[in-house]
Nanobody, 119 residues
Framework: QVQLVESGGGLVQAGGSLRLSCAAS????????MGWFRQAPGKERERVAVIIWNGGSTYYADSVKGRFTISRDKAKNTVALQMNSLKPEDTAVYFCAAGLRSRFEYEYWGQGTQVTVSS
C-alpha cells in the first residue's frame, strides 16, 4: 500500500511562485513514475508533469513547459513541483500520483492541494 500526501498549495498572485511537495510512504516504496495532475472546476483532470523515478526523465504538459519543474528525492521518497510565473489558469486542485508500472497509468493518488492564482 502506498500513501501520498501533498503539501505546499495556497494563494498566490499572478507571476508568483509556489512549490508543491508530495511525500510517499509504504515500505519498501518503489514506483516506475510519479506524476502531478490538476483539476479545475468543470474541467477534466490534466496531467501536468511526470518524472521517471529511477531514470529521472521528465515530461511536461505544453501548458506548463518552461514554467514548472518536477523533481524527486529518492532518499526521502518525495517529489516536488516548482511552479513559476503562475497564471490564473493554473488555479486547480493539484494531485500527486504514483504509476507503479507505467507513466500513463497511476494506481495511487494523494488527496490533493488547492492552488489559487489571483489576477
Amino acid at each position: 500500500q502506498v500513501q501520498l500526501v501533498e503539501s505546499g498549495g495556497g494563494l498566490v498572485q499572478a507571476g508568483g511562485s509556489l512549490r508543491l511537495s508530495c511525500a510517499a510512504s509504504g515500505r519498501p516504496f518503489s514506483t516506475y513514475a510519479m506524476g502531478w495532475f490538476r483539476q479545475a472546476p468543470g474541467k477534466e483532470r490534466e496531467r501536468v508533469a511526470v518524472i521517471i523515478w529511477n531514470g529521472g526523465s521528465t515530461y511536461y504538459a505544453d501548458s506548463v513547459k518552461g514554467r514548472f519543474t518536477i523533481s524527486r528525492d529518492k532518499a526521502k521518497n518525495t517529489v516536488a513541483l516548482q511552479m513559476n510565473s503562475l497564471k490564473p489558469e493554473d488555479t486547480a486542485v493539484y494531485f500527486c500520483a504514483a504509476g507503479l508500472r507505467s507513466r500513463f497509468e497511476y494506481e495511487y493518488w494523494g488527496q490533493g492541494t488547492q492552488v489559487t492564482v489571483s489576477s
